[in-house]
T-cell receptor
Framework: NAGVMQNPRHLVRRRGQEARLRCSPM?????VYWYRQLPEEGLKFMVY????????ESGMPKERFSAEFPKEGPSILRIQQVVRGDSAAYFC??????????????FGSGTRLTVV | KNEVEQSPQNLTAQEGEFITINCSYS?????LHWLQQHPGGGIVSLFM???GKKKHGRLIATINIQEKHSSLHITASHPRDSAVYIC?????????????FGKGTKLSVKP
């Protein structure tokens, strides 16, 4: 029973390129959450998705960032035209249902994005 | 002022010591979470509390809703407890998973 899988673990992009971060939730989990941890700062909520729906994107930057969780396949966090300030660790977590967060959620190991 | 404040920022202890990490928050909450982040970055959920006290092994978490304060205690600390401990709150009325995080307490337990 694999946990939350994030890939790649490390990603290097040049300024202006696109970054795609993938998150496969735990088996049986249909809700995914993305968080960002900037260097020397705390974690910050970005977006909460259910399959084919964005439930809460209040933490997403207004430009260049988007997220999806299709019916089939992993959730994708996409950052267009990356800048140095996007360098951070990006974590996803998953839970089994709309109230499942109260009963248990699991984090992935994160993707470390470095923009050069 | 941050909505979630943790103290201390850094803590060094000798193996076997009793450890307390504090968390204060300034918003109405639906629940408070304690997380552990090891070097290398993996994050583990330790506790979710909305009232009272929870215990798991050598870890104890308490919350005082009236005082908007929570504590995480580690009894008989061990070097493997060395990690960053993070307090996070779910805002009352907010969506699940939309947590406000403290900056973390870095714990180092010396043998």
């Amino acid at each position: 029973n694999a946990g939350v899988m994030q890939n790649p673990r490390h990603l290097v992009r040049r300024r202006g390129q696109e970054a795609r971060l993938r998150c496969s939730p735990m088996k049986g989990h249909s809700h995914v959450y993305w968080y960002r941890q900037l260097p020397e700062e705390g974690l910050k909520f970005m977006v909460y998705l259910q399959k084919e729906n964005i439930i809460d994107e209040s933490g997403m930057p207004k430009e260049r960032f988007s997220a999806e969780f299709p019916k089939e396949g992993p959730s994708i966090l996409r950052i267009q035209q990356v800048v140095r300030g996007d360098s951070a660790a990006y974590f996803c977590a998953s839970s089994p249902s709309a109230t499942g967060f109260s009963y248990g959620y699991t984090f992935g190991s994160g993707t470390r994005l470095t923009v050069v | 002022k941050n909505e979630v404040e943790q103290s201390p920022q850094n803590l060094t202890a000798q193996e076997g010591e009793f450890i307390t990490i504090n968390c204060s928050y300034s918003v109405g909450i639906s629940a408070l979470h304690w997380l552990q982040q090891h070097p290398g970055g993996g994050i583990v959920s330790l506790f979710m509390l909305s009232s009272g006290k929870k215990k798991h092994g050598r870890l104890i978490a308490t919350i005082n809703i009236q005082e908007k304060h929570s504590s995480l205690h580690i009894t008989a600390s061990h070097p493997r407890d060395s990690a960053v401990y993070i307090c996070a709150v779910g805002r009352d009325g907010g969506s699940q998973g939309n947590l406000i995080f403290g900056k973390g307490t870095k714990l180092s337990v010396k043998p």
